[in-house]
Structure formats: structure tokens, C-alpha cells
């Protein structure tokens, strides 16, 4: 019951919207406050030393925006970029990226109430980027937990990804 | 009441009396040095008048108390009747900045009476002749209670008040609203129509008011014109009261509230002020762009061929005024290099105090303009550089004398333009660094393990080592447990580079290349299998074309290639980034031979594409940092490319080599 | 609504003063000495002038001295903003011409109060 009271952040009282995005044949849901922008695909400029689902940056009106693959960082296999594939700009923490998906279909009301813990088997994801899940009309939606997806973890990856360059390039 | 809300005029406040302070301080400065211009005296009479004045209005009565007894010793000896000797010159610099350290504690919405400022207020107190500490905002003795029924006044204005703008009729419709007013003219006086001037007054008149009002309230109405007229103002009264009590000024107390300040408001950065000719040429340059546009627009339609002459002459304007505004944008944000060399004389001339030298500061080049950014950062390794070559450079009087030099030292701080970077320069005409004595130091230290075979500009460059330390005892003065190292990472963090030139007898320089701005780079734009990458112009010493016979491989599989008979490493940009493409042989590509901490390097990269103005964008703004990126640019056709980080890269290729 | 010029070298005591009177509906120009006072005051026809005594490149005094020369100028009320640490400014001012003064410090509602008392 403490998870449940958790996963429904900021307010408890209201019932919570989300844009709900398609992955392969699941369904997830990205607050819809920290949502800025739908785009359609654009190329990226890759950057070095990034892991792998980070695809590269974008330039969204002259700010620089990393942009990651929600397929890659939940280690699916990477789909062909499509008409149909959209990049959703997020804000957190007053920074922005863009996140990848295969596209995205509709927004969905959520009270705290029908939010249910995540039981950890059944998904591709590893249960840490998930807030809860819901059921909507009958489909189940994963809860994103848009924070945590390019958070201080990958930095520290990231950290020790340089440092096994360097001593590669040495060996 | 008037909803005026003071605290929005704090930071004007704040800037203005910092501006204030800093022209007292050299006006001080100034006349220490014998200068005997009464205009040096005024300015800082005027500093001290106009915070105190400020102060109390603003309601920072601790400021305003201390500078009202600053003021005071200031107007004595504005009046000739103390002499600006040493003593006092000391004392005003002091109270300077103890001000400066008050204002800032109040704007932060702290009190800003410190037990320091108590202490120099005293010596303040007690150097002005019969002052009390603070006058400011005093209470009035309240005046004894006067059974008062009504008020008898016999005024009679002297031919001239009316010139003064004071107007009869005015000051009656005050006494009205005191009470029921009874008023008799006298026309006695007034001359035939023909001698009559029509702005003198020959009136007189008297007065009945029936209210028990106060005497400073009735005697308030005719203040401005004491002197002016008879005036005689007589109570009628129940019981006799004292009637000789000179006119006094409204007492008018600092009535203002006091604001806690929103702490970001202090903050350096947050504004600047734009001298009004830099708008002007704004304001016309976008004027001139409206022009250019209106002129483009006639193309809307289309473009026939006897059109395109003039197509091409609006494109070629659109080009110019595009480059000019983007130029005009950019000065905003440039300041004189004169704001970080203002505090250098009264630093050189304490420090030199302090050590019994002679040093004569020579500033040139104040007018020379830097980003502001550059110059907030640059102001603390200036200092660092001055400290030292005060303390460490100069030698003593006596020294310099047996050296057969003047006992005098010349510290020389001077900035200007070379190329696209600023320089500033730190010059001493001291003793020069000390081989020996470094080179001793840095084996002491497993820096290095000798100096045979290194060169003087080696073995200079040493002292910018972490760790190291020429000063053989820590002296109050450099060795705040900052070193070189600090001043060149600094230098090195805006994208600048520090040398240093030394001759053993007759000086060192410090020379300190830095960006004219942080914002834009000129750049050369390379090709690294399918990406592009671009350099900054500034770290580039050569593009070259290697031949296979000039490069060898070395243990390891590293590169080197042979450049200008030296040897360096080759970092190949598509390995380091790990560049998507087809990776190039040697000879199939161009070597950038760039420099940064000292250290040349040579970047392989495919091609060369060409050379760019490029607008630095933060890639930490939304994600990381990235070793051996700097930042990112946007392309002429909106993509994004990274920008090199030369120093960066040549770090990485020294950890290489190290590991 | 009266037409003021409001004369301080101090730009936080000039916008003080500005802001407090336009907030009362005045329309106010600005001067930062002396001399760019006169330079206004060509210009401009002022119903009433605030200024401060001690100022760069021409003090208040002499400015007084100098618009009261003018004919358009004799009898229109001119308030010294003087400080009282200085009573004998107060009466320089007035030999120079100036009608009245206001003390420093005053705030937003002692302004006010001084500026209707001269403009009835």
C-alpha cells in the first residue's frame, strides 16, 4: 500500500494525465506535465562516449537536447526510424531531452487509486524507470518514471565507460 | 499613502555607491600621490554625500550613520580646515571598504554595523572634530506641551520673495488646513501702478489662526521664506510660553522599511548597464535591417532576371547588417577591462606598504574591452599574479640598488587586442625567477626527477605544477594556500592560456591570452567519417598533410609524426570520439596541429571543410559534460556539430602516454 | 498633472523621486546635474523643479542661480533636495533662488506631500 501512496507523485487527491506512448506491443505513460513536445523524427548528431540508447542531440530552437531511444535504453531491438516515429521532448529537473517511441496514442486520466505496483517479472523493462501500472479500457499502460531516465546512474556509467576507453586505447 | 515600494531601488542604489566607492578610492589614491586637484576632493566628498543620502532613504540607516561621519571629515577638509594628510587618506580608504562590505551585508538583508565597522566608526568619530557618532535620524527633544488657543501672525514678505517661486496665497491655504484663518491685507505699501513691478510683492498681511496648533506647524508653513520676510508669530495662549526657538527644518525621521533582499538580486551577473551610444547603434542598425527587409520583399513574387543585380546587392546588405547587428549584440556584453583593473592601485600600494618596497603601478590599455564573463573570472588570477610579483619579483630597496637598478620597481598590468584573443599582461622589472631555486623545489616536490637538458621556458613553467610553491616561507600575502596551478586552470576554464617569459636579473612577465568572448568561436569545420567536428581557430597552430615516411608507430600503437623537426602524437579524432564512417589511412587525411596547456598535438581528421563563426551552446546545459567536447554549435542547416576541447584532448593523450 | 524635473546625480534618489511622482500622475523628466538640468529646462517648460545640491559638472546652487536668469523661469517653484548635515546649503539655495527644500532622507509620501504643498 506504501508503493501505491508513492507512485501517485505530486498529487495525491487528482487523478493524474498521461500521454500514453507504443513500444513494440506495450504501452507506457509519461506525465503529461513533463511532456513540451511531440516532434516527428529528425536525424541527430551522435556524441561520444555516450551510452548506447543515447542516440545524440538534437537542436530543439537553439538549446542542445540529448535525445535517447525508450527501445534501446529497455534493451529491445531497434526499430527502423519511420514517418510514424516520434520523439516526445521532456522537462525535468529543468532539463530537457527528447525520448524516442514507436509512436504515441492517446492521453489517458489515472486516479491514484488505479495505480498498482509493478510485480517485477512480465516486462522487458527492469522495473526502476516504472512508477506503477494501470489499466486503461482493458490495456495495460506502464507508468514511466520519466526522472530517473537519464539520470545520475548513467552519469556514473558513463564515468567508468571513459575510463575503460582510456585503458583500451592504451592495452 | 503612496504605495511606493523602496526595496526596487536597492540595486541601483547598491551599484551606483559601489561605482561611487571605487571613483573615491582612486580620487584617494590620487591624492596620496600629491595630486592636489580640489575636483579629487569633491568626488569624494560627493561618494560619501550621496550614499549617506541614499542610505537614509532607503533606509540602511547603519550605512547612512557611518557615512555621515565620513562626510563630515570630508567637508573639513573640502573647507580648508583639516589638510588631506596621510592620516586621513588612510582612514577614508579604510572606511571605503568597510562601506562596501556594509552595503553588501545590507542588501543581503543583513545588519551591517559589524564590530569592525563600530571600531573604524570610533576612529572616524574621534579624528572629526566634535561630532557625534549618529546624528542621522535623531530625535527631536519633544517640546514641551503649550496650552495653545490660537496663533497671532504678522507677515510681511520682502519685495523679492515672489521671485523665489514662494507663493502667499500658497503658504495661507497650509494655515487653513490647521485650523479656521482669519486674514487682513495691507496695502499701505503698494506703489503707484506705474512703479510697479509686477513680480515683486509689497503686500503684507496679518494672520488669525484659531487652533491650538503646534508652533513647529504653523512656523513650518513660513520655513522656506525665513530671512525672506518679517515674520512674527505669536501664541495666544492660556499659559506663556517660550517664544525664542529658532526655526527648525521639519524634522523628517527614516521612516522608510527595511526589506530583507532577495539574495539573487546581489547577484554580479545577473545585469548590465549598456552605455546609451551601444543602443543607439542597435536601435540604427535595426533600422537599417527593417530597410534591407522591406527592400527583400519586393522579391516575393518572384525574381526576373534584370531583378537579380539588385537580389543579390539586398542579399550582400542583409549579409553586412546581420554580421554588424550580431557584432552590436555581442559589445553589450563586453565591459573595459578597467572595471578588474580599478582595485590594482590601492592593492599595489598596500601591498607595497606592507613590504617597505618601492613599486610604481604603470595600467595601460584600461579601455580595452572583455566579455563579462571573461572579466569576472579573470579578476582573481590577476590578483593572485600582482600579489605575486610584489611580493616574489620586486626585490627590496636596498637589493635593487646593489643590483644597480633604481630602488623603484615597475609593475606594468597592461591589456590589448592580438588577433582575435585579448592579452593581458602582468610585467615586474624584479629579480627574475629563480632556476636554481625551482628546480630544487620540484625535485624536492617528485615533480621532476632533474633539470639538466630542460630549457628556461621549462623549467618556468614549472611553478604552474599543482603543488608547487616558490615562496620559501608562506607569506601573509601570496601564499593563500593558492598556487600558479589555480591561476593557470582558471585562465584555462575561459578558454585562455598562460606564459611566462623570465630573465634571470631583470624581470618576468606574465602573459595572459584570453577570448574576446565566451559566446563565439571562429572556427575550422573537419570531417571525421560521417560527422563534423569543429576546432577552435585560436588552439591551431598548422593544418598539415602528413606523408606515411614521416610518421612512426611507437609501442603501445600510438602514433607520431614528425613536425618542424619535432616529434609529436597524432590523436585520431574518429578513435577518440569513436566516429561512425570509414576510418582513413595517414596519408588520406590532414593533421590539425593544435596546442593547448603548452602541449602541441597533432588531430587527424579526414577532411577540412571549412572555417566558421560558431555559437557556443552548452551541451551540460541539458546533459554532461564530455571529455574532449567543449561544447556545441548549430550548422548553417540547423544540425547540430561539436566543438573540440583541445585542452581537454591533450589531456587525454598525456593520461594515455602516462597509463 | 504638473510638468517636473527631477535633478539628481544619484540615479536610485532620481528614480525614487521619478517613479513616486508619475505614480501620482506628474510627468517627470530626469537631469543628472546641473547642466543637463538647464539643457532640459530649454527644452522643456517645467511647472516645478527638484534638485540635488552636490553634484558633478554643475552643482544645484549654481544651477538655480543660473535658471532664475531666465525669464520663464523667475517665479516657478525649484525645491532643494539637500541633506541636513548642511543647513547653510539650505540658505545658499535660497539666496540663489530656490523656493523651499525638501530634507534627505524623505520617502515616497514626504515627496508627495512637499510637491502639493508648492503646487496647491
Redesign the interface.
Known amino acids: 500500500m506504501n508503493q501505491q501512496a508513492n507512485s501517485a507523485t505530486a498529487q495525491p487527491e487528482e487523478a493524474a494525465q498521461y500521454l500514453t506512448v507504443n513500444l513494440g506491443n506495450e504501452e507506457y505513460g509519461v506525465d503529461i506535465l513533463a511532456v513540451r513536445e511531440i516532434r516527428g523524427w529528425t ?8 551510452p548506447g540508447y543515447v542516440l ?4 530543439l530552437r ?5 535525445v535517447l531511444d525508450l527501445r534501446l535504453r529497455f534493451g529491445l531491438a531497434r526499430e527502423e526510424y519511420t514517418a510514424t516515429t516520434v520523439t516526445v521532448i521532456v522537462m525535468v529537473n529543468g ?3 527528447g525520448v524516442v517511441v514507436d509512436a504515441v496514442s492517446d492521453v489517458v486520466e489515472v486516479a491514484p487509486g488505479d495505480v498498482r505496483p509493478v510485480p517485477d517479472m512480465g516486462t522487458t523493462v527492469d522495473t526502476e524507470y516504472l512508477k506503477g501500472l494501470t489499466t486503461v479500457a482493458e490495456r495495460m499502460v506502464l507508468l514511466l518514471d520519466v526522472d530517473r531516465l ?1 539520470q545520475p546512474q548513467d ?1 556514473q556509467m ?1 564515468e567508468a565507460a ?1 575510463a575503460s576507453t ?2 583500451k ?2 592495452a | ?4 515600494d ?1 526595496a ?3 540595486k ?2 547598491y551599484e ?1 555607491s559601489l561605482d561611487g566607492l571605487d571613483a573615491m578610492e582612486q580620487a584617494l589614491l590620487a591624492l596620496d600621490e600629491g595630486a592636489e586637484d580640489p575636483e579629487l576632493i ?2 569624494v ?2 561618494a560619501a ?2 550614499i ?3 542610505a ?3 533606509g540602511f540607516t547603519d550605512v ?1 550613520a557611518f557615512t ?1 561621519v565620513a ?2 571629515l570630508m ?1 573639513e577638509v573640502r573647507s580648508g580646515r583639516r589638510p588631506m594628510e596621510k592620516a586621513v587618506v588612510e582612514l577614508l580608504l579604510r572606511s571605503g571598504d568597510t562601506v562596501r562590505d556594509m552595503l553588501s551585508l545590507s542588501m543581503t538583508g543583513q545588519p551591517a554595523a559589524t564590530a569592525e565597522s563600530q571600531a573604524l566608526l570610533a576612529e572616524l568619530s574621534a579624528m572629526v572634530s566634535g561630532v557625534a557618532v549618529a ?3 535623531a530625535a527631536k527633544a519633544a517640546a514641551p506641551a503649550e496650552a495653545i488657543e490660537g496663533w497671532d501672525i504678522a507677515f510681511r514678505p520682502f519685495d523679492y520673495l ?6 502667499p ?2 503658504m495661507f ?2 494655515l487653513e488646513a490647521l485650523g479656521p484663518l482669519a486674514v487682513t491685507c495691507d496695502a499701505s505699501k503698494l506703489p503707484a501702478l506705474a512703479d510697479m513691478d509686477a ?1 515683486s510683492s509689497y503686500l503684507g498681511w496679518t494672520l488669525s489662526l484659531d487652533a491650538g496648533a503646534k508652533r513647529a506647524a504653523v512656523e513650518g508653513v513660513f ?2 521664506v525665513d ?2 520676510c518679517d515674520l512674527t508669530v505669536t501664541p495666544r495662549i492660556a499659559a506663556p510660553a517660550p517664544v525664542a526657538a529658532a526655526v527648525a ?2 524634522p ?1 525621521a ?3 522599511p527595511r526589506t530583507v533582499r532577495d539574495p539573487a538580486a546581489n547577484s554580479e551577473s545577473s545585469s548590465v548597464r549598456v552605455g546609451i551610444e551601444k543602443i543607439d547603434t542597435l536601435i540604427n542598425l535595426v533600422g537599417e535591417l527593417v530597410i534591407t527587409q522591406s527592400m527583400l520583399s519586393q522579391f516575393n513574387d518572384g525574381v526576373d532576371a534584370s531583378q537579380l543585380e539588385m537580389l543579390r546587392h539586398g542579399l550582400a546588405q542583409l549579409g553586412r547588417h546581420t554580421r554588424e547587428l550580431q557584432e552590436s549584440v555581442m559589445s553589450i556584453r563586453m565591459l573595459p577591462i578597467s572595471t578588474v583593473f580599478n582595485r590594482f592601485p590601492r592593492l599595489v600600494r598596500d601591498l607595497a606598504q606592507k613590504l617597505d618596497k618601492k613599486v610604481v603601478l604603470d595600467m595601460r590599455g584600461e579601455t580595452t574591452e572583455l566579455d563579462k564573463t571573461v572579466l569576472e573570472k579573470i579578476g582573481d588570477p590577476l590578483v593572485h599574479l600582482v600579489r605575486n610579483a610584489i611580493d616574489h619579483g620586486l626585490e627590496m630597496p636596498d637589493k635593487r640598488l646593489a643590483a644597480g637598478k633604481g630602488d623603484t620597481g615597475t609593475l606594468r598590468l597592461e591589456a590589448f587586442h592580438r588577433g582575435g584573443s585579448i592579452v593581458v599582461e602582468v610585467a615586474d622589472n624584479g629579480a627574475g625567477l629563480n632556476r636554481e631555486a625551482i628546480v630544487a623545489k620540484a625535485i624536492q616536490r617528485g615533480i621532476i626527477a632533474t633539470g639538466e637538458g630542460m630549457s628556461d621556458e621549462a623549467v618556468s613553467d614549472l611553478i604552474f605544477e599543482a603543488g608547487f610553491s616558490t615562496a620559501a616561507a608562506t607569506t601573509d600575502l601570496s601564499g593563500r594556500g593558492v598556487g600558479m596551478d589555480v591561476v593557470r586552470r582558471n585562465v584555462m576554464d575561459l578558454g585562455g592560456t598562460v606564459a611566462i617569459r623570465s630573465v634571470q636579473g631583470s624581470g618576468t612577465t606574465f602573459t595572459i591570452t584570453l577570448p574576446l568572448t565566451l559566446a563565439i568561436i571562429d572556427g575550422l569545420t573537419a570531417a571525421v567519417g560521417e ?1 563534423i567536428y569543429i576546432v577552435p581557430l585560436v588552439s591551431i597552430i598548422e593544418s598539415v598533410q602528413v606523408k606515411p615516411d614521416t610518421v612512426r608507430s611507437v609501442a ?2 600510438g602514433e607520431l609524426f614528425r613536425f618542424r623537426d619535432n616529434w609529436m602524437p597524432i590523436v585520431r579524432l574518429f ?6 564512417g570509414q576510418r582513413r589511412a595517414v596519408d588520406e587525411g590532414i593533421v590539425i596541429v593544435v596546442e593547448g596547456e603548452g602541449t602541441r598535438i597533432g588531430l587527424f581528421v579526414d577532411e577540412l571543410i571549412g572555417q566558421q563563426q560558431a555559437v557556443v ?3 551540460e ?4 559534460r ?4 567543449s561544447g ?1 554549435t ?1 550548422l548553417a542547416d ?5 566543438i573540440a576541447d583541445v585542452t581537454g584532448l591533450v589531456r ?1 593523450q598525456a ?2 602516454k602516462a ?1 | 498633472m504638473a510638468k517636473i524635473l527631477a535633478v539628481d ?5 532620481r ?2 523621486v521619478a ?2 511622482l508619475r ?2 500622475g506628474h510627468d517627470v523628466e530626469e537631469a543628472d546635474n546641473g547642466q543637463a538640468a538647464l539643457d532640459s529646462a530649454a527644452v522643456h517648460k517645467f511647472d516645478l523643479i527638484l534638485a540635488d545640491v ?3 559638472v554643475m552643482d544645484g546652487i549654481t544651477m538655480v542661480r543660473e535658471i ?1 536668469t531666465r525669464a520663464d523661469y ?5 525645491l532643494m533636495l539637500t ?3 548642511n ?1 547653510e546649503k ?2 545658499e539655495g ?1 539666496a540663489a ?5 525638501l ?8 515627496l ?1 506631500a512637499t510637491v502639493n ?2 503646487l ?1
Open positions: 536525424p541527430v548528431t551522435r556524441i561520444p562516449q555516450a545524440g542531440v538534437l537542436n537553439g538549446a542542445i537536447v540529448p532539463r530537457q531531452f537519464l552519469a558513463l571513459l582510456d585503458v586505447a592504451v | 499613502m503612496s504605495k511606493v523602496l526596487q531601488f536597492h541601483a542604489f551606483e569633491n568626488v566628498f560627493r554625500h550621496s549617506k543620502g541614499g537614509a532613504t532607503f547612512a555621515h562626510e563630515n567637508d546624528p542621522v535620524a515672489l521671485k523665489s517661486g514662494n507663493d496665497a500658497r491655504r497650509e513680480e520655513d522656506w530671512g525672506d527644518a521639519a523628517v527614516a521612516a522608510a560527422e603501445g600503437g578513435d577518440v570520439f569513436g566516429c561512425a551552446k552548452s551541451l546545459a541539458n546533459y554532461r564530455v571529455t574532449g567536447i556545441a548549430i540547423g544540425s547540430v556539430a561539436l587525454m593520461r594515455r597509463a | 546625480d544619484s540615479a536610485s534618489m528614480s525614487m517613479f513616486t505614480g501620482a552636490n553634484m558633478p532664475r523667475r517665479g516657478i517653484p525649484i541633506t541636513e548635515s543647513p539650505k540658505m535660497k533662488g530656490a523656493t523651499g527644500w530634507v534627505k532622507p524623505f520617502d515616497p509620501d514626504q508627495l504643498r508648492v496647491g
